[in-house]
């Protein structure tokens, strides 16, 4: 079809605004029932020997530009306590934990899946239904070796879209599995349950009770 000029920079025109409009307007989903007081806590300052390593607040992450304006992790407090305790067990066995990523708002959420491609759709939340990072009940999470005080290796990287992120993964090396299935058991054994798709992600047993939110790290 012939579009004039004039019709082209109207069309143009429409196609802008529509995108500018739809992430305005793009807002978590209402979810009806009780829910509890979001308690959200920011996990270093309960347990200062947790480490961070906030790749969303670095260009090393899925969107490849920082989608957090501050390097901070929280988590609802029953949560954030339970975390502790799994950080306490591994401690003993010459680890600790390393945090990627706690409460997440729902913005950050609707940002992966839109730049996702739809073959690594089943490693991101769909924002309809939002993520348990978004109730502040879910973690992503590594060791640390304490002697060292490395990131140990796993048998794939973090947030990486590919078999290798399985929890049931054949592949690496045996020390790396056994990493693994240890972080899996600690976490598992203090309440959290771990995800079949991603070695790191860990749920919190209550994330039911606590409401999909929306508040940046600046207002926290
Ligand atoms: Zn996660």
Redesign the pocket.
């Known amino acids: 079809m012939f579009i004039l000029p004039k019709q082209r920079d109207r069309i143009r025109w429409v196609v802008l605004f529509s995108a500018l409009f739809s992430s305005c307007v793009a807002k978590p989903p209402r979810e009806k029932g009780t829910f509890k007081n979001s308690d959200l806590v920011e996990l270093i300052k309960l347990d200062p020997t947790i480490k961070l390593d906030i790749r969303y607040a670095t260009s090393k992450n899925l969107a490849g530009r920082p989608v957090y304006t501050e390097a901070r992790a929280f988590l609802q407090r029953p949560a954030a306590e339970a975390l502790s305790r799994a950080n306490k067990a591994l401690e003993l066995l010459g680890y600790r934990l390393l945090v990627f990523?706690g409460y997440r708002p729902w913005s950050v959420t609707k940002i992966f899946w839109d730049i996702t491609p739809a073959t690594g759709k089943q490693f991101v939340a769909n924002p309809k239904k939002g993520s348990r990072?978004n109730r502040g009940c879910?973690v992503?999470v590594s060791l640390y070796e304490i002697a060292s005080g490395k990131e140990v290796a796993m048998p794939g990287e973090y947030d990486e879209m590919s078999e290798r992120s399985y929890a049931s993964y054949a592949g690496g090396t045996p020390q790396q599995r056994a990493l693994r299935d240890l972080l899996r058991s600690k976490m598992e054994e203090n309440g959290f349950t771990g995800l079949d798709a991603?070695w790191?992600?860990f749920d919190y047993k209550d994330w039911k009770s606590y409401r999909i939110q929306n508040i940046p790290f600046s207002q926290l």
Do not use: M
């Open positions: 990523d990072h879910a992503d991603e790191w992600h």
